[in-house]
């Protein structure tokens, strides 16, 4: 019982850390936590597990070994792979599924509520809001982050709760949709739930997220534990659409088209007008990158080199394509593209294969099939290889051993 409580309070302060990682800007410092992470776990079990035969989490160390093999000796490339490597085996040190699975359950469930209730909010509270958790963000993301927030707030109308960072916000609103769906059958908390998670989504303006958490639920939603098709499902869910789309085409003329819903509804409405730009400036990004990728398909210009290449050409700093999928033909080159993708899609292959009852199989289908939907829109610093909170789902179920 003391080993038990000793993990659970390490499992606590793994998912803080998780939770607030992505405002931990300098590599040596996160890699400094990490191996503090490791030394913790080494303490508790005595001997540092690297790979745990059934886990497909095990495919994922060929992401940092590409990396920073496509790193071209780049030393953030490098700092990215080590600190994707000591990510994944900070995970394989979890040796008590079903305690990590019932406290990570707990924790992201409670967090999205406080988020859910810190969004809604800043949203009817704007000043008052900002009065108490400016200096926080302040603190968090330096001046110009924090004002650039509260003018996205109360100019633009765009609203992210206590995490001042969209993609952060909606990772975490979305990663207890995995726990909900989980199960097979839902009881009113979770439709609760589920509908201020799909609200909140909506009021953050991230069409990405909503749209690709929206389909991914309503896969989950249509298959029985068994992978199977249930067609019943499909019909309330149907009805369901219709009623809801009937309501929104009806409201449409009086929203904003610039933020939340109304900016959701505009980019479904018209994404077949080629006269509106649904890619909010980005296809530019896509052109360039591509057209590196076609000058060096193969082994790409190395990785994180996009932003160098796009700069030198246009004096504009940008990170990311916002298309995962064509920043790693640009970056790694074909070779590098389908051994940097091949280990989630290897796991959602076994997962969908496996017939047997596993703990959080459901869950983590749902964080497989977002993730490679969301790619299609994201950034690299959105996936599960930065948010490595996503890793830990992808831990729980793909063993047989772990079947209850």
């Known amino acids: 019982m003391r080993i038990k409580l000793k993990e659970t309070n390490l499992l606590y302060a793994l998912l803080i850390f998780i939770t607030f ?28 597990f690297f790979f745990k035969t059934k886990s497909c989490l095990r495919f994922f160390y060929i992401i940092p070994l590409f990396i920073i093999l496509f790193s071209h000796f780049n030393i953030s490339a490098i700092g990215q792979g080590i600190k994707i490597f000591l990510a994944i085996v900070i995970i394989m040190q979890l040796k008590d599924k079903k305690l990590c699975y019932e406290i990570s359950k707990k924790f992201f469930l409670k967090l999205a509520f406080i988020l859910i209730v810190s969004i809604l909010f800043e949203k009817f509270f704007t000043n008052f809001f900002f009065d108490i958790f400016k ?25 992210y709760g206590l995490f001042p960072d969209a993609a952060t916000s909606c990772i975490l609103l979305i990663i207890p949709l995995a726990f909900i769906f989980n199960k097979i059958k839902f009881n009113y908390k979770d439709c609760i739930m589920v509908f201020m998670i799909f ?29 199977k098709f249930n067609k019943k499902r499909l019909l309330i869910i149907c009805i369901g659409l219709l009623f809801f789309m009937g309501t ?44 590196i990728f076609y000058d060096h398909k193969l082994l790409g210009v190395g990785w994180g080199q996009f932003s160098k290449l796009y700069f030198l050409s246009t004096y504009r700093n ?3 394509v ?9 970056e790694t080159g074909i070779f590098g593209t389908i051994f940097i993708l091949s ?12 017939t047997t009852l596993i703990l959080f199989k459901r869950g983590a289908l749902f964080i497989l099939i977002f993730n490679l939907f969301y790619m299609f829109s994201g950034c690299l610093f959105d996936m599960p290889l930065y948010y490595f909170s996503l890793l830990l789902f992808l831990y729980f179920p793909i063993a047989r051993s772990e079947t209850v």
């Open 318 to 320: 940008v990170l990311n």
């Open 135 to 159: 200096p926080i963000f302040t603190l968090l993301i330096g001046a110009e982050g924090s004002e650039m927030i509260y003018q996205n707030a109360t100019i633009v109308g765009v609203y």
């Open 322 to 330: 916002h298309n995962v999928y064509i920043q790693l033909l640009c």
């Open 248 to 291: 929104l085409i009806y409201i449409f003329p009086y929203l904003d088209k610039d933020v939340g819903l109304g900016r959701l509804m505009n980019t479904v409405l018209n994404i077949s007008n080629s006269d509106m730009n649904i890619t909010s400036g980005r296809s530019n990004l896509s052109n360039f990158a591509l057209n």
């Open 343 to 354: 280990p989630f899609l290897i796991s959602l292959v076994l997962l969908m294969k496996d």
């Open 199 to 227: 609200i909140c989504l909506m009021i953050t303006s991230k069409r990405g997220p909503f749209i690709f958490a929206f389909f991914t639920s309503l896969f989950l939603f249509c298959h029985d534990e068994n992978n």
């Open 21 to 48: 990682s992505p405002f931990i800007h300098s590599t040596y410092i996160f890699i400094f936590l990490e191996f503090l992470c490791i030394f913790c776990f080494y303490l508790l079990n005595k001997k540092i």
